[in-house]
Each structure stands twice: as structure tokens, then as C-alpha cells.
């Protein structure tokens, strides 16, 4: 029932075979990947003007010139990433980059970072996204939690549909909002050319005096217009061939379009005295003014509410690989490194929803509470991202490096100051958080790798004991007439004590390994044969990824062989020194006894190895 409700709720399971048509095209990779950054223009202007107002309404005006120094640093961020781009054509992300021209911690705190960027970029998405619709119908605001649980589990089963399904759906959103924007610029800019003013004008009274401290807190809170630029870089092979090419087109077309809107929004929020309030967002304000409470004013707010959600799937997209990444790295739980049936990386999915709905519950749903620490991590890991390339420059100094130097050095610098203003002007309002959070999430991926390596040693075998290969000779006994089949997941010394227990209870023992297309299929075979030569090991191909079905097959062919006799299935399991380390590893064992354990002949049998 599960597998059926499963199956029409996400689609068939798709081969191995179809993954390279799974990539999207320039068009759907802009939906995809830049929504976030599109996104934020709803709410970018309104965070300068709520730092301004502070000094009162006459320094209002400040906003233009400030909106021109942050288009001034998203390009700035924008070349940096095309460099990175042209550097590493198949993995631009902060992580690598770090880890490779940084060392290990500072590729940490880059994936730490990452990791807050894109749980947060969900929260601020969705909570922005439900702030517009309330905005337009105020009896919707008892439900702001309910109604941003509900968008994320929307976007969870979206996405966990495949990439190329989620790249169509997005498409007509992103671009419907884009043509939204410009419209209510083109709109508000006639509006006022004939002499339009504002009825009410508000008076502000100042609560702070001008200055530059000032100044740049508006500077750094409408920084947050920047957010998701780093996306394509991180999602690079997500395009199809040629895939950097196509990601550099798509970087610049996504920093081209956000710079006009951004500019655009700020300078009409300026010459209409746009006040923010509590109750309604700065955008459904200007909105209101130019347009009225028509047809145009809710085809405008029901854009950004989808863009503003969809935006989000940024996160979708990128949240997963990364996780996969460090998964393969042994940074996060090995999980996170699988396939599911729609050839994305479902686990992932999975976590990102259950991270993004905690502070959506804990904080209410609000974006201004969200949004200062969401900003953090974006900017920490434009900062590592840009100091690596550097590093690589500078290590590699190929034709043209002095010139990708200076502006990967620039695009650092610009962003640590940025980074810096950030961190001492919010801290007290919830910056300090991440200041914590970031280091203990560097601690957490650290730990996880040492217990890998841990079990690792602990079931691997040494060099001495490889040139002995007759310990691991197995007595059998002649008086049983009884079958035994092994799972395969790895050679090591769980799987050779599993084999050692077969071979007591069976004259006829089999290896099955289940190849999913996460190990190298001749390494297994090698290893098996310089180990356990005696005994046949049977690789099944797995094109859909799933471990129950090829075995289910097999046993059941393997029965017709062997009629009238009980079959031993045999999985080996190795028991962690904590109950917690079991989180980290798979509970494929559970599984498979639910899926075999069905006939009266078949005995399912678990052999423990106790990791010291």
C-alpha cells in the first residue's frame, strides 16, 4: 500500500540510464537555480528601509545610492563566481573550493554555512512568500505557521517528483514574476512622470542619529538581495553540456535581470515615500499605490507569492548535492549519498523540510526575525569561496591569473566587510546564533568523519593479515544439506564473519552484493576474490537503486535450484559502540527481513559484529 501511494504521489522509479536527460536547459536552470535571487527583491528594499527609518523619514532618500552600492557589489560577486565557474567547470561550489585552496576547517565552515544558508533560504522564502498573501487577504494572518508547513510539504513532494518535473513546474512562475516586476516599474515610473503624489505622506520621527555605523547596517540588510547568487555555482551539473558555459549564461542573465529589478524597486519605493510597516510588505504597498486594489494588484502579489515560495527550491536543488558531497566525504550521514527512485537525492529532501519547518514553528513565521541570520551564512560562504579562489590563482598561475586574482580578492573583501557589519549590528538580535551554531555544525561533520574512520579501521583488515589469507578459511559441514545465502554490501570483517557462519551451518554458500552504483563493482570483486576465492559472489545490477527487489528475484530463482530446502539469508550487521552512532548508517537489515521473511522454507538470519 505505501509503494502505491508512494508511486502515485512521486512517479515511477526512473533507471540509472536516464540520469544525463534529467538536466535541465538555460531556461529551466533559471527558474531552478535563480529564484531565490529574483526572489528577494521583494523584501531587499524593504530591509535598507527599515534600518533607515530609524534616522526618520527625510534620510529615506539614502536608499537609491545605497541600492546602487549593493548592484555595484553583486557585480562584483557575480564576476568572482564566473571565475570560479571557468576554474572548476564541474563543481563550483564553496565547499570544494575551500577545502581544496583552504584546507579541511575552512571547507567546513563553508559547508556549515551552506548548510544555514539553504535551510534558512527556505524558511525567509516560504515566510516572505505567506507574508505576501497575507498582505493581500489579512484574515489569513492566525494561519501564517499552518499555511508555511503546508507550502513546504508542497514543495517536498515537488521536488522529490525529479529535477526535470520540479524545472517545468517553476518555469512558468519565475518568469511570470519577472515580467511582474518590470511591469509594475514601467507602470510606476508613468505613474509618476505625469505628477502622481502620495495622499498620505508618513512623518517618521528620528530614533537615531545619521551616521556610518547606521549606514551600513542598511547597507548589509539590504545585502540580503543577494542571496542565492552562489546557487549556480553550486548546482553547475544540474545544466546540461557544455555545463559550465551554460551556468556562467545563466549567472550572468540571473545578476543582469535581479540588478534592474532591485534598482527599480528601490527608486519607485523612494519617489512614492514608501513607509514599511508590520502589517503589509513594502512591495504590496507600492503596488497599491500604482495599481490600486484591482486585478493588477493581486496578479502582482500572487506572482511573488509563488516566486517568493518557489524560491525555495533553490535550497531543493542545491541542499541535497551538497549533502551528497559530504556524505561521500564521510562529513554527514551516508544516507545523504543515495539516489532515491526520481534520480534525486531524497534523504536530503527529506532533512532539508524537517531543518526549514523548525524555525518557521519556533520563530512564527516571521522574515524579519529569519532574515539577519539568514544573510550570515550567504556571506560567509561568498568570503571562503572567494579567498580559495585566490589561492587557486595563485597556486596555478595559469595565462590571465593576476587579473582572476584581484577580482576574486575584491569580491572577498567587499563580502567580509559585509559579512563583518552584519555580524556586530545583529548580533544581539539573533546573529549570535549562527556565531555558535556554525563551529558546533564544523564539530558535528568532524565527529561524524572520525566515526567513519573509525569503523573503517575497525572492520577493515591489515597488510599481515591479507599475505595470511588461510585465517579466514571457513569449516563446513558435510552432514547438513542446507543452502546459505550472504548479502554483500562491502568486504570487511562483519561480511567475512558472516561467511565464516555460513559455512558451519551450510554445504552450499552463495555472495550476493546488490550493485546500486555507489561502489566500484570490480574493487568488490577483487577484493573478494584475494579474500573469499572459494566462495562465488553474484553481482547484481540494480538500475532503479533499490536493494529489496534484485534480491527478491534472485532468492526466488535460487529457490527453484533448491526445492524442498530451507535457505539461511544471511545479512551481515555491525553493532556500534553508542545507539546513536546508528542514525549514521543504513537500516537496510529491517528491510530486508520485512521483504523475505514470507514463506515457511526461508530463515532470515542477522550476524552481528560488535565494533570495539
Same mark, same amino acid.
Given at each position: 500500500?505505501?509503494?502505491?501511494?508512494?508511486?502515485?504521489?512521486?512517479?515511477?522509479?526512473?533507471?540509472?540510464?536516464?540520469?544525463? %536527460?534529467?538536466?535541465?536547459?538555460?531556461?529551466?536552470?533559471?527558474?531552478?537555480?535563480?529564484?531565490?535571487?529574483?526572489?528577494?527583491?521583494?523584501?531587499?528594499?524593504?530591509?535598507?528601509?527599515?534600518?533607515? +527609518?530609524?534616522?526618520?523619514?527625510?534620510?529615506?532618500?539614502?536608499?537609491?545610492?545605497?541600492?546602487?552600492?549593493?548592484?555595484?557589489?553583486?557585480?562584483?560577486?557575480?564576476?568572482?563566481?564566473?571565475?570560479?565557474? /571557468?576554474?572548476?567547470?564541474?563543481?563550483?561550489?564553496?565547499?570544494?573550493?575551500?577545502?581544496?585552496?583552504?584546507?579541511?576547517?575552512?571547507?567546513?565552515?563553508?559547508?556549515?554555512?551552506?548548510?544555514?544558508?539553504?535551510?534558512?533560504?527556505?524558511?525567509?522564502?516560504?515566510?516572505?512568500?505567506?507574508?505576501?498573501?497575507?498582505?493581500?487577504?489579512? #484574515?489569513?494572518?492566525?494561519? @501564517?505557521?499552518?499555511?508555511?508547513?503546508?507550502?513546504?510539504?508542497?514543495?517536498?513532494?515537488?521536488?522529490?517528483?525529479?529535477?526535470?518535473?520540479?524545472?517545468?513546474?517553476?518555469?512558468?512562475?519565475?518568469?511570470?514574476? +519577472?515580467?511582474?516586476?518590470?511591469?509594475?516599474?514601467?507602470?510606476?515610473?508613468? %505613474?509618476?512622470?505625469?505628477?502622481?503624489?502620495?495622499?498620505?505622506? &508618513?512623518?517618521?520621527?528620528?530614533?537615531?542619529?545619521?551616521?556610518?555605523?547606521l549606514i551600513l547596517r542598511a547597507f548589509s540588510a539590504g545585502c540580503t538581495a543577494m542571496t542565492g547568487v552562489e546557487a549556480i555555482s553550486n548546482g553547475v551539473t544540474i545544466?546540461?553540456?557544455?555545463?559550465?558555459?551554460?551556468?556562467?549564461?545563466?549567472?550572468?542573465?540571473?545578476?543582469?535581470?535581479?540588478?534592474?529589478?532591485?534598482?527599480?524597486?528601490?527608486?519607485?519605493?523612494?519617489?512614492?515615500?514608501?513607509?514599511?510597516?508590520?502589517?503589509?510588505?513594502?512591495?504590496?504597498?507600492?503596488?497599491?499605490?500604482?495599481?490600486?486594489?484591482?486585478?493588477?494588484?493581486?496578479?502582482?502579489?500572487?506572482?511573488?507569492?509563488?516566486?517568493?515560495?518557489?524560491?525555495?527550491?533553490? *535550497?531543493?536543488?542545491?541542499?541535497?548535492?551538497?549533502?551528497?558531497?559530504?556524505?561521500?566525504?564521510?562529513?554527514?550521514?551516508?544516507?545523504? &549519498?543515495?539516489?532515491?527512485?526520481?534520480?534525486?537525492?531524497?534523504?536530503?529532501?527529506?532533512?532539508?523540510?524537517?531543518?526549514?519547518?523548525?524555525?518557521?514553528?519556533?520563530?512564527?513565521?516571521?522574515?524579519?526575525?529569519?532574515?539577519?541570520?539568514?544573510?550570515?551564512?550567504?556571506?560567509?560562504?561568498?568570503?571562503?569561496?572567494?579567498?580559495?579562489?585566490?589561492?587557486?590563482?595563485?597556486?596555478?598561475?595559469?595565462?590571465?591569473?593576476?587579473?582572476?586574482?584581484?577580482?576574486?580578492?575584491?569580491?572577498?573583501?567587499?563580502?567580509?566587510?559585509?559579512?563583518?557589519?552584519?555580524?556586530?549590528?545583529?548580533?544581539?538580535?539573533?546573529?549570535?546564533?549562527?556565531?555558535?551554531?556554525?563551529?558546533?555544525?564544523?564539530?558535528?561533520?568532524?565527529?561524524?568523519?572520525?566515526?567513519?574512520?573509525?569503523?573503517?579501521?575497525?572492520?577493515?583488515?591489515? /597488510? @599481515?593479515?591479507?599475505?595470511?589469507?588461510?585465517?579466514?578459511?571457513?569449516?563446513?559441514?558435510?552432514?547438513?544439506?542446507?543452502?546459505?545465502?550472504?548479502?554483500?554490501?562491502?568486504?570487511?570483517?562483519?561480511?567475512?564473519?558472516?561467511?565464516?557462519?555460513?559455512?558451519?551451518?551450510?554445504?552450499?554458500?552463495?555472495?550476493? %552484493?546488490?550493485?546500486?552504483?555507489?561502489?566500484?563493482?570490480?574493487?568488490?570483486?577483487?577484493?573478494?576474490?584475494?579474500?573469499?576465492?572459494?566462495?562465488?559472489?553474484? +553481482?547484481?545490477?540494480?538500475?532503479?537503486? *533499490?536493494?529489496?527487489?534484485?534480491?527478491?528475484?534472485?532468492?526466488?530463482?535460487?529457490?527453484?535450484?533448491?526445492?524442498? #530446502?530451507?535457505?539461511?539469508?544471511?545479512?551481515?550487521?555491525?553493532?556500534?559502540?553508542?545507539?546513536?552512532?546508528?542514525?549514521?548508517?543504513?537500516?537496510?537489515?529491517?528491510?530486508?527481513?520485512?521483504?523475505?521473511?514470507?514463506?515457511?522454507?526461508? +530463515?532470515?538470519?542477522?550476524?552481528?559484529?560488535?565494533?570495539?
Amino acid at each position: 500500500m505505501l509503494a502505491k501511494i508512494k508511486r502515485k504521489l512521486l512517479g515511477k522509479a526512473l533507471p540509472n540510464s536516464v540520469y544525463v %536527460h534529467q538536466r535541465l536547459s538555460n531556461a529551466s536552470g533559471l527558474a531552478v537555480l535563480s529564484s531565490a535571487a529574483l526572489s528577494s527583491v521583494a523584501y531587499g528594499t524593504e530591509e535598507i528601509l527599515q534600518v533607515l +527609518i530609524l534616522g526618520g523619514t527625510g534620510i529615506s532618500t539614502l536608499s537609491l545610492p545605497i541600492a546602487l552600492a549593493i548592484v555595484l557589489l553583486l557585480g562584483i560577486v557575480t564576476l568572482s563566481y564566473c571565475q570560479t565557474l /571557468r576554474a572548476y567547470p564541474h563543481d563550483g561550489g564553496a565547499y570544494t573550493v575551500a577545502t581544496e585552496n583552504l584546507g579541511l576547517y575552512p571547507g567546513l565552515v563553508a559547508a556549515a554555512a551552506l548548510i544555514v544558508d539553504y535551510v534558512l533560504n527556505v524558511t525567509v522564502s516560504i515566510a516572505a512568500g505567506t507574508a505576501a498573501l497575507t498582505s493581500a487577504v489579512p #484574515a489569513l494572518q492566525p494561519l @501564517t505557521v499552518p499555511l508555511c508547513l503546508l507550502f513546504v510539504l508542497l514543495l517536498m513532494l515537488a521536488n522529490l517528483r525529479g529535477l526535470k518535473e520540479s524545472g517545468k513546474l517553476f518555469m512558468a512562475p519565475t518568469y511570470t514574476f +519577472i515580467v511582474s516586476i518590470f511591469g509594475l516599474i514601467l507602470a510606476g515610473l508613468i %505613474h509618476h512622470s505625469i505628477g502622481y503624489s502620495v495622499p498620505n505622506y &508618513s512623518v517618521v520621527p528620528t530614533q537615531e542619529s545619521l551616521g556610518i555605523f547606521l549606514i551600513l547596517r542598511a547597507f548589509s540588510a539590504g545585502c540580503t538581495a543577494m542571496t542565492g547568487v552562489e546557487a549556480i555555482s553550486n548546482g553547475v551539473t544540474i545544466f546540461k553540456a557544455p555545463e559550465s558555459k551554460n551556468a556562467r549564461l545563466v549567472m550572468l542573465t540571473m545578476s543582469s535581470i535581479l540588478g534592474v529589478m532591485f534598482l527599480g524597486i528601490t527608486y519607485l519605493a523612494q519617489v512614492y515615500h514608501v513607509v514599511p510597516n508590520a502589517k503589509e510588505t513594502v512591495l504590496s504597498i507600492l503596488n497599491r499605490d500604482i495599481f490600486g486594489s484591482g486585478f493588477a494588484y493581486y496578479f502582482i502579489q500572487a506572482s511573488t507569492l509563488l516566486i517568493l515560495i518557489l524560491a525555495a527550491n533553490t *535550497s531543493y536543488s542545491d541542499f541535497p548535492r551538497l549533502s551528497s558531497l559530504l556524505a561521500k566525504d564521510s562529513f554527514m550521514p551516508r544516507q545523504l &549519498s543515495f539516489l532515491g527512485d526520481r534520480l534525486v537525492f531524497s534523504n536530503g529532501i527529506l532533512l532539508l523540510s524537517f531543518l526549514a519547518s523548525m524555525p518557521l514553528i519556533l520563530l512564527q513565521g516571521s522574515v524579519n526575525s529569519i532574515i539577519s541570520l539568514y544573510a550570515v551564512g550567504v556571506f560567509t560562504s561568498f568570503t571562503l569561496s572567494q579567498l580559495g579562489m585566490v589561492r587557486h590563482w595563485h597556486k596555478e598561475r595559469s595565462r590571465g591569473w593576476f587579473i582572476s586574482a584581484v577580482i576574486n580578492g575584491v569580491g572577498s573583501v567587499a563580502t567580509l566587510v559585509v559579512l563583518v557589519t552584519i555580524v556586530v549590528s545583529k548580533f544581539r538580535a539573533g546573529v549570535w546564533v549562527l556565531v555558535i551554531g556554525i563551529p558546533l555544525i564544523v564539530y558535528l561533520c568532524s565527529a561524524i568523519h572520525q566515526h567513519y574512520r573509525y569503523v573503517s579501521k575497525q572492520l577493515g583488515f591489515t /597488510r @599481515t593479515e591479507l599475505a595470511h589469507r588461510s585465517r579466514f578459511s571457513h569449516v563446513r559441514r558435510k552432514n547438513i544439506i542446507h543452502p546459505a545465502i550472504v548479502l554483500i554490501d562491502r568486504v570487511h570483517r562483519g561480511t567475512i564473519s558472516a561467511v565464516k557462519y555460513a559455512s558451519t551451518i551450510a554445504n552450499e554458500v552463495v555472495a550476493v %552484493h546488490i550493485d546500486i552504483g555507489s561502489i566500484d563493482r570490480e574493487l568488490i570483486n577483487c577484493q573478494w576474490q584475494e579474500l573469499e576465492g572459494d566462495i562465488p559472489l553474484v +553481482i547484481l545490477d540494480s538500475p532503479y537503486r *533499490s536493494i529489496v527487489s534484485p534480491l527478491i528475484d534472485f532468492v526466488d530463482e535460487y529457490e527453484l535450484k533448491h526445492p524442498n #530446502a530451507f535457505i539461511t539469508i544471511i545479512i551481515p550487521s555491525f553493532v556500534p559502540r553508542h545507539w546513536w552512532e546508528k542514525l549514521l548508517h543504513n537500516q537496510t537489515t529491517y528491510f530486508i527481513d520485512a521483504a523475505l521473511n514470507n514463506k515457511p522454507n526461508r +530463515i532470515i538470519t542477522t550476524v552481528h559484529y560488535y565494533l570495539r
